[in-house]
């Protein structure tokens, strides 16, 4: 049913644009589609996606770090933001010298999928049309700018760009609902992304996905999901460690093992935190804590069975962290776990952990093994294994020598493979430039 309505959506919204061009492109529009020319030396990019700032997500960290970095290298670049107002922020603004649109949107799955409301979309698409932008760029095949993005782009005489970031099909917990997704992701997904005139994935083991499993054959360029490295340092005095937003202070003596992401099932946190609770039932390991920090729908449940499991001194709560505050976390975090079965890219909190020199735990999914390499920059896990979970965190609190050395090689790796500043030049000298 969604995947039909979605689909019935995305060609009303495109027919509404295309008839509106054609009736109104001479004495309406101010422009014309169709005589097109860039009238300075500006390189404009419209990003549009679905999620964006307030919103906190991987690929909306991954679109946002990737042009600020990019603007800062090259003033010459102008972006614009199109997203959805998922989150009920100003219908407009400025954020970090991007200028943000934002127009109502239809929730059918939250915090997951929905849709804009059509007058208000194709309003915006006509009122932006007069910018004259060189790019048009879109990311996450699921979402209906995907699916629209590079039709706009040609009506207004731009490039299209779209980045893949998950290396699977959709997961849900409801099983009708990834039946669905898998059928979107099938169908209109994959013919939406071979008509892009440029497409890039931010790891290769998306890439892969896309040739393997929705028969991609086109050129494309990695763009490989980053961190600014500078900003993330372990904290040296490991004697006065602070949770944020807790009361909870740890000292030399204390190992903290740390989660942030989305409280969601797919996320695995559930996993983790059995794992946690059989952990702390030995006391061999009674100077050990743990920390989950993110939003999500989880939470609430997350924080009843902490409280009646009576383990509210060795596991925290953080709730949402903003950038600063997760820099902070990492920086007295010793060992860092991402239990995911979600689809992933390339998961941007291995990648900050790693830049904190924190020892990673990891599932080996999406592009994860990418940075992460068994038994040298951390240890990879298979996915929904509770036990595998269990007995990699024990290993770790047990070899401290083996786990920091590991550390040290994964945030080396980090420096050198994952840094925002040649993931971007890659992009501006690949495809912007040209």
Aim: net charge positive; with cysteine; proline share 3%.
């Amino acid at each position: 049913m969604i995947s039909g309505f979605s689909l019935a959506y995305s060609i009303t919204c495109l027919t509404s644009i295309n008839k509106a061009t054609i009736n109104h492109k001479v004495t309406h529009w101010p422009i014309s589609f169709y005589n097109y020319e860039v009238i300075n030396k500006e390189m404009k990019v419209l990003l549009v996606l679905p999620f964006f700032h307030p919103h906190t997500g991987g690929s909306q960290k991954y679109a946002e770090e990737l042009y600020t970095t990019l603007m800062n290298n090259h003033p010459e670049v102008k972006v614009d933001v199109l997203c959805y107002n998922s989150d009920r922020a100003k219908s407009f603004e400025v954020y970090r010298n991007m200028n943000v649109y934002r127009i109502p949107c239809l929730t059918l799955i939250p915090a997951r999928f929905l849709l804009p409301e059509p007058f208000h979309l194709i309003s915006l698409l006509i009122k932006l049309s007069k910018n004259r932008y060189n790019f048009i760029h879109t990311h996450v095949r699921f979402f209906d700018p995907v699916w629209w993005g590079y039709v706009y782009a040609k009506m207004i005489k731009a490039k299209s760009i779209f980045t893949g970031h998950v290396s699977s099909h959709p997961v849900h917990q409801n099983k009708l609902v990834e039946l669905v997704a898998k059928i979107i992701d099938l169908t209109i997904a994959r013919l939406s992304v071979s008509r892009y005139d440029y497409v890039t994935f931010v790891s290769q083991a998306t890439a892969d996905f896309f040739k393997s499993s929705l028969h991609f054959t086109k050129s494309y360029i990695l763009l490989h999901n980053s961190v600014h490295s500078e900003n993330f340092k372990k904290q040296e005095n490991r004697n006065s460690r602070v949770i944020p937003k807790s009361d909870a202070t740890l000292t030399s003596n204390n190992i903290l093992i740390t989660y942030a992401g989305r409280l969601i099932w797919t996320k695995g946190v559930t996993l983790l935190y059995e794992a946690a609770k059989e952990i702390l039932k030995n006391d061999e390991f009674k100077h050990t804590h743990f920390a989950f920090a993110g939003p999500g729908e989880l939470e609430k449940e997350l924080e009843a069975r902490i409280a009646n499991d009576e383990l509210s001194k060795k596991v925290t709560l953080t709730g949402s962290l903003d950038y600063n505050k997760v820099q902070k976390l990492l920086s007295v975090t010793d060992i860092f776990v991402n239990p995911s079965h979600h689809n992933e890219g390339l998961p941007t909190t291995i990648l900050e952990a790693g830049a904190s020199e924190c020892f990673v735990i990891a599932t080996d999914n999406g592009g994860t093994r990418e940075a992460v390499i068994n038994n040298e920059t951390g240890l990879l896990i298979p996915q929904k294994d509770q036990n595998s979970l269990y007995q990699s965190i024990v290993w770790a609190i047990r070899n401290e020598s083996e786990r920091m050395k590991m550390a040290s090689n994964l945030k080396t790796k980090i420096q050198k493979e994952f840094d925002w500043n040649k993931t971007s030049e890659k992009l501006y000298n690949e495809i912007l430039k040209h």
